[in-house]
């Protein structure tokens, strides 16, 4: 299997190495729904509606450019304040914005984790419920019929046309393809 040209997920420290480990060549993309609850965490109630409507500020914009001033609007406003917060963005930034460098269709797609989290959310609480599974194999008919079921609520990719090319190396730009050198010439 080829490496993956993106990785979209949480804080987890292991997933991070392990990506390093096996998919050197993938890119990391921190989920956004994640680092907007961290930094919520590390803000008094009063102050989390505001910086949340600044974190949105970030990654809701056309470019690169406009998200990284944003954030560093967001660094200014808080920082003095609430650095814990603000380090939680200015440290990951460049894992926050990978996805400007894929198509602005998957945008939607590539910021978060949440849609295959709430895909297992069914499974985790069946087996809370249940208290485990029994066996290997009960608990995979288990993950099996609820991932099943779970799929006729899947969104489809938008732009799914655009996957192939970005699997065959095209460059894209705040999500505009990006001519090659060779074609443009």
Known sequence: MRDPELVVGDG??????????????????????????????????????????AVQEIYNVES???????SEVFARTYGARFPKAVAKITDDRDELLAFYEFPGEHWIHLRTTNPIESTFSPVELR????????????ALALVFKLVDSAQARWRAITGAHLVSLVRAGARFENGVLVEREEQAA
């Open 127 to 138: 087996a809370k419920v249940t208290r485990g599974a029994g066996s290997s194999a009960a």
């Open 64 to 70: 690169r450019t406009h998200a990284e001033r944003a």
């Open 12 to 53: 987890a420290m292991g997933l991070w190495r392990a990506l390093a480990e096996v998919f050197p060549a993938a890119r990391p993309q921190r989920c956004w729904v994640h680092k907007a609850r961290n930094v919520s965490n590390c803000l008094p109630k009063s102050a989390q509606p505001g910086a949340a409507k």
